[in-house]
């Protein structure tokens, strides 16, 4: 597994980049050795907290699965350590729903489905846009707010279990698919009181 270790404001030492790398051989040989790369980020000041350190990791755990841990400490070592443990618990949750469904994205007798592929925006506020001096004037509406970056991103073939395993193991607000079951598109999204939400489009 490639391992990329930086800092923000922060000194990424030999003996924390050594101690990155063996932590997280040691999660994912136990709960995935299929991992591909993982970034993992230090930074300072959490929160307005001086001296407190944060860290967040990006693991790409196989073919359009990833996953997402934070944690903070009072220095990088502690941080990280909360952080792996929060990756270490949605590996171990992937492994015990993967080992109930007979045909999860785990079991290599039965290959994933190639995931379509559909862009992603990110769209500009309006109020900065407005600042920048780049949204409507004089009462004129435009059809969409100003595009500021864009990216392709994979709508795999899940059933509706999967992807909310997904949406839980990525740390991701929403999370659009196809039903594998009725084939149109859905969307599951994390609710404001916790509880995970469905949108079923009708078939046909």
Request: proline residues 3%; aromatic residues 6%.
């Amino acid at each position: 597994m490639h391992v990329t270790v930086a800092g923000k404001q922060v000194e990424t030492g030999e003996a924390l980049q050594t101690h990155v790398r063996e932590g997280l051989a040691t999660i994912t040989q136990k709960y995935f050795d299929h991992a591909l790369e993982a970034n993992v980020t230090f930074r300072r000041d959490v929160k307005g907290k001086a001296g407190a350190f944060a860290c967040d990791i990006n693991l790409k755990a196989g073919r359009n699965l990833f996953m997402r841990g934070e944690g903070e400490g009072a220095d990088a070592h502690r941080a990280f350590e909360v952080a792996a443990e929060h990756v270490a618990k949605r590996l171990r949750r992937y492994r015990r729903r993967v080992n109930e469904h007979a045909r999860s994205l785990a079991d290599t007798r039965a290959p994933e489905p190639e995931a379509e592929t559909a862009t992603q925006y990110v769209l500009q506020p309006e109020d900065e846009a407005e600042a920048a001096g780049t949204a409507p004037v004089d009462g004129a509406r435009i059809d969409h707010s100003v595009i500021v970056a864009e990216q392709p991103t994979a709508i795999a073939r899940l059933s509706v279990s999967e992807a909310v395993m997904r949406l839980d193991l990525t740390h991701q607000p929403v999370l659009m698919f196809r039903n594998s079951g009725s084939g149109v598109l859905n969307v599951v999204y994390r609710r404001a009181d916790g509880c995970v939400g469905w949108i079923d489009a009708p078939a046909g």
